[in-house]
């Protein structure tokens, strides 16, 4: 086990305090508040230790490079909801279950991985705000949910 440094436990803190995976480049600014002199190399040397370690697990979407979540979070089936305009990744609490009938006849499914993408709340928020006044006129249909 390695020695705990400073920087490793700011490290720690910070993925801790998100709750939710961060991107390397997120990890350095948040460590960065307690750390000032903290280098990204440093972030990734130490992640690499804290993933060897077990403490952290990397979350891998799709054409995009991993982010970190503490391993506690990991431990339970989870899917993952990225934001698209910020870029951020969050828990989705729950899961749809099991998935058997979207597979082909004969195929056994042994897990799955689950990701979301649209606008987080703050994002909707801040589009919602900039959205041009509604044109005069009959009020648009209600979108439907989609049903999986």
């Given at each position: 086990m390695e020695r705990s440094t400073r920087q490793r436990t700011a490290i720690r803190a910070a993925?801790?305090?998100?709750g939710r995976p961060l991107s390397p480049q997120e990890i350095h600014d948040a460590v960065r508040a307690t750390v000032p002199e903290i280098g990204i190399a440093t972030i990734y040397r130490n992640l690499k230790l804290l993933l060897a370690e077990g403490e952290?697990?990397?979350?891998?979407?799709?054409?995009e490079n991993?982010?970190?979540?503490t391993a506690h979070l990991a431990h339970h089936h989870h899917h993952h909801f990225h934001c698209v305009?910020?870029?951020r990744v969050f828990e989705v609490a729950g899961c749809p279950g099991r998935m058997d009938d979207l597979a082909p006849a004969g195929f056994v499914i042994d897990?799955?991985?689950l990701t979301l993408y649209g606008e987080c709340a703050?994002?909707?928020?801040?589009h919602k705000g900039?959205?041009?006044p509604a044109a005069p006129g009959p009020s648009p249909r209600p979108a439907r949910q989609h049903k999986h």
């Open positions: 993925i801790e305090a998100a952290v697990l990397a979350v891998t979407l799709p054409g991993p982010r970190y979540e305009p910020c870029d897990r799955h991985e703050e994002c909707a928020a801040k900039k959205a041009a």
